[in-house]
């Protein structure tokens, strides 16, 4: 693969937002080349996802997330509040021992989303 100019911008917004749906990279983008436009992100988003340059997330409903290949962990997102946050792929060290074990089956939690509440929104439902 060659890296164009224009792969390198997508490839630069990636990892300068962190996390950034393909909208938000697209606006990155065209701040310094404002005729790349939406559906050339998508699909240089694809080729560096399949690279391994790039991996994308789902946090929720809508468009997948994008962050660097090296930036892995697992992300909790409150259903309520739509609150994200960042925990070690370690934590499931456990679950991936057991999933490996009683079903052969190897985790990727770099590649993972966990839908559930989070204590802000917990706390405000005891109070």
């Known amino acids: 693969m060659r890296m164009t100019p224009q792969r390198q911008l997508v490839l630069d917004a990636v990892r300068e937002l962190e996390h950034a ?4 990279i697209c606006q990155r983008v065209q701040a310094t080349a404002s ?6 992100v998508y ?5 560096l996802d399949k690279l391994g340059l790039v991996r994308h997330t789902h946090l929720g409903h809508g468009a997948p997330t994008y962050s660097a290949d090296d930036h892995e962990h697992v992300h909790l997102v409150c259903h309520r509040c739509g609150r994200t946050d960042e925990i070690p792929c370690e934590i499931l060290d456990s679950l991936a021992g057991t999933l490996g074990d009683s079903y052969g089956f190897e985790l990727d939690a770099s590649h993972l ?3 559930g509440t989070c204590r802000d929104c917990l706390e405000q439902e005891t109070a």
């Open 21 to 24: 749906t393909p909208e938000q």
């Open 35 to 40: 005729t790349v436009n939406i559906t050339t």
């Open 43 to 47: 699909r240089t988003l694809d080729l």
């Open 113 to 115: 989303a966990l839908s």
